[in-house]
């Protein structure tokens, strides 16, 4: 059975889209959630954002400074969350 997991980008954010990235090996429904800051770039995050896209995995911010990513508010995350089988926070 497909389980719908949230990954929540918080402060370790290489360790928070590297384990994103593997969660979907099981075929489970995967969305990240970049929250309160700019994810640092460097090769790493690069490309883990890009394989997202590629995977057209959910990837949703609630701050303008990560361009090219879905803004959603607080509220709205807050509200999704409740849908998850499994929430982790990074």
């Known amino acids: 059975m497909t ?6 980008v918080g402060q370790i954010q290489d360790e928070a889209l590297r384990m994103a990235l ?3 090996l099981a075929d489970d429904e995967v969305h990240v ?3 309160d800051r700019k994810v640092a770039k460097n090769d790493a995050n690069d490309l883990n954002l ?3 896209v590629d995977l057209d995995m959910g990837v949703f911010t609630n701050t303008s400074e990560n361009a090219g990513f879905e803004l959603i508010s607080n509220e709205d ?3 999704r969350l409740l ?3 499994h929430v982790f926070m990074y």
């Open 33 to 35: 959630y970049l929250l």
């Open 83 to 85: 849908d998850y089988d």
């Open 22 to 24: 593997g969660l979907t």
């Open 77 to 79: 995350i807050a509200s």
């Open 50 to 52: 890009e394989t997202m």
């Open 3 to 8: 389980k719908k997991i949230a990954v929540l």
